[in-house]
């Protein structure tokens, strides 16, 4: 068994194809299902996180498993193979870096954005409730939970942070000189939703609203709670919304072009915001098309994304640095502790094919090794792996197992 992973981001797909590519809250269950079927024990434990930058899959199993997995998860999806083309496989070390640069926000769109941290632990613990993920991969994941906190706590990556709602408000205020005056609505409930009017109030933006499926009271600070209206009210509350900011989970839009022209025309023209942060996304990009309606997505925040860029790039460097040695460490103690697994279990399986004496002939042997060769037929992989392990290790093992019979 080792780690692996395969997924798409910013840097290998567009934003078109990213949202065809998701797991969330509306297919994790099946998406289990289908994992738990079609694989069955090669595949001990796993997770997904989907952001609005990227999908990837990470897992515990049997070697070489990462492009079969991918292919399978594709058609999953119902999405085209030729998404695979722009996917990337990693597996052992690799696959541990790169977890830990994805969770300290290395390998984010903003170079050192602080958000992807909360959605990293949130995604590990949905699939925490849906019991994939245990034994070995959990204590990777709290390792790499780990190894992202020093990399933000012992470097400064996240000096100055641009988050996503932090670039929200930055194009916010290169459109109105005075964002305070707008009145704000921001369609969504969930973490990123509530990060964006977190950080729109404590910049001074108090005419804010809320709309989401449900109602539901939303705690945004000490000082800030909203209840939020229901989506049905969306087309009444959108012609006096000046900045609309949408962050919805939806396969397909809910903000179209004939919604907000039918706004404009109860505005009089006059200028709206459309910031969209959702992947899929929540806003028909024909919106674009209407004359004094201004549309930005995901993809349109890597424009405003070099705030700091020379700073953060610095100390990305020495985060780099750490994870990389904190992850050799950890892949070392992990490679061990696989070997000494597989080392028990060939053990396990000979001591059962052999008589108390013979074991107690093993036990007494000068060489271990050469004793269970004589008196039995290894394969090629056990030798190797037995091969790797002290006299003294064999021998505590085999006394584990002599009086556990």
Same mark, same amino acid.
């Given at each position: 068994m080792e780690l692996q992973l395969f997924g798409i981001n910013h840097k290998t797909t567009k934003l078109s194809e990213r949202e065809l590519f998701i797991i969330n809250d509306s297919n994790q269950e099946e998406f289990k299902n289908f994992i738990a079927t079609t694989f069955n024990d090669r595949i001990e434990s796993f997770f997904a996180l989907s952001t609005c930058n990227r999908t990837e899959i990470y897992f515990y199993a049997k070697e070489l498993m990462a492009e079969m997995v991918m292919q399978k998860t594709t058609e999953?999806?119902?999405?085209?193979?030729?998404?695979?083309?722009?996917?990337?496989?990693?597996?052992?070390? +690799? !696959?541990?870096? &790169?977890?830990?640069?994805?969770?300290?926000?290395?390998?984010?769109? *903003?170079?050192?954005?602080?958000?992807? =941290?909360?959605?990293? @632990?949130? $995604?590990?613990?949905?699939? *925490?409730?849906? @019991?994939? #993920? &245990?034994?070995? =991969?959990?204590?990777?994941?709290?390792?790499?939970?780990?190894? !992202? @906190?020093? !990399?933000?706590?012992?470097?400064?990556?996240?000096?100055?942070?641009?988050? /996503?709602?932090?670039? $929200?408000?930055?194009?916010? @205020?290169? #459109? =109105? +000189?005075?964002?305070?005056?707008?009145?704000?609505? *921001? /369609?969504? !409930?969930?973490?990123? $939703?509530?990060? *964006?009017?977190? &950080? =729109? &109030?404590?910049?001074?933006i108090q005419q804010i609203q809320a709309i989401n499926r449900t109602n539901k009271t939303l705690h945004i600070s000490a000082s800030l709670q909203l209840n939020t209206s229901s989506l049905s009210q969306l087309a009444t509350i959108i012609t006096s919304t000046d900045i609309l900011v949408a962050s919805i989970t939806t396969p397909l839009p809910i903000i179209g072009k004939g919604l907000i022209e039918n706004a404009f025309r109860q505005r009089r023209n006059k200028p709206m915001l459309l910031i969209d942060l959702g992947v899929p996304r929540n806003i028909e990009d024909q919106v674009r098309d209407i004359e004094n309606a201004y549309l930005f997505s995901i993809e349109d925040m890597e424009k405003v994304t070099q705030e700091n860029l020379e700073e953060r790039t610095g100390e990305a460097k020495k985060a780099h640095v750490l994870i990389a040695d904190k992850a050799a460490l950890i892949g070392s103690n992990i490679n061990i502790k696989n070997t000494r697994s597989e080392a028990y279990q060939a053990l396990t399986a000979i001591a059962k094919s052999l008589n108390q004496e013979g074991i107690e002939h093993i036990i007494n042997s000068p060489d271990p090794l050469a004793e269970i060769q004589a008196r039995h037929q290894i394969s090629d992989g056990e030798l190797q792996c037995l091969s790797s392990l002290t006299r003294h290790a064999i021998l505590s093992m085999i006394k584990e197992i002599r009086s556990a019979r």
């Open positions: 999953f999806l119902g999405c085209s193979k030729s998404i695979i083309d722009d996917s990337y496989t990693l597996s052992g070390n +690799e !696959a541990l870096e &790169h977890m830990c640069c994805v969770a300290s926000g290395l390998d984010s769109q *903003v170079l050192g954005e602080q958000e992807i =941290f909360g959605q990293f @632990k949130k $995604a590990v613990q949905s699939f *925490v409730d849906l @019991k994939t #993920i &245990h034994g070995n =991969f959990q204590q990777i994941i709290d390792e790499v939970i780990s190894i !992202a @906190k020093a !990399a933000r706590t012992e470097t400064s990556i996240g000096v100055n942070p641009l988050s /996503v709602s932090g670039l $929200a408000l930055k194009i916010v @205020k290169e #459109i =109105f +000189e005075e964002p305070q005056q707008q009145q704000v609505t *921001v /369609v969504g !409930a969930g973490q990123m $939703a509530i990060g *964006v009017l977190e &950080h =729109f &109030h404590s910049n001074g």
